[in-house]
Nanobody, 116 residues
Framework: EVQLVESGGGLVQAGGSLRLSCAAS????????IGWFRQAPGKEREGVSC????????SYVGSVTGRFTISSDYAKHTVYLQMNSLRPEDTAVYYC?????????WGQGTQVTVSP
């Protein structure tokens, strides 16, 4: 059974940092890309960052480039999202996502709140 479990969210002041974790199980971690999405109240879910565990290539949405860093720990089957210089507009529920054999899998989400 594929499972994605997020952790690490919380309340932080603008300019602060958080590190989100996505613990993955039930599939061959090294073979798939894992992404982070976020959804703010009243807004559509948007892709934030993705890492391809086959080759380590990463991508970011423009609004987080230079502030967020995605990485994988292959021994722990965990993907991290290091978020620095946080802004109030980064406030959202952050979700971990994987597309495994054309099926979409999501974690339960973790709340990130950035106060001004």
């Amino acid at each position: 059974e594929v499972q994605l479990v997020e952790s690490g969210g919380g309340l932080v002041q603008a300019g602060g940092s958080l590190r989100l974790s996505c613990a993955a199980s039930g599939f061959t971690f090294d073979n798939y890309a894992i992404g982070w999405f976020r959804q703010a109240p009243g807004k559509e879910r948007e892709g934030v960052s993705c890492i391809n565990n086959r080759d380590g290539l990463t991508s970011y949405v423009g609004s987080v480039t230079g502030r967020f860093t995605i990485s994988s720990d292959y021994a722990k089957h965990t993907v991290y999202l290091q978020m620095n210089s946080l802004r109030p507009e980064d406030t959202a529920v952050y979700y971990c996502h994987a597309n495994i054999l054309s099926r979409q899998f999501w974690g339960q989400g973790t709340q990130v709140t950035v106060s001004p």
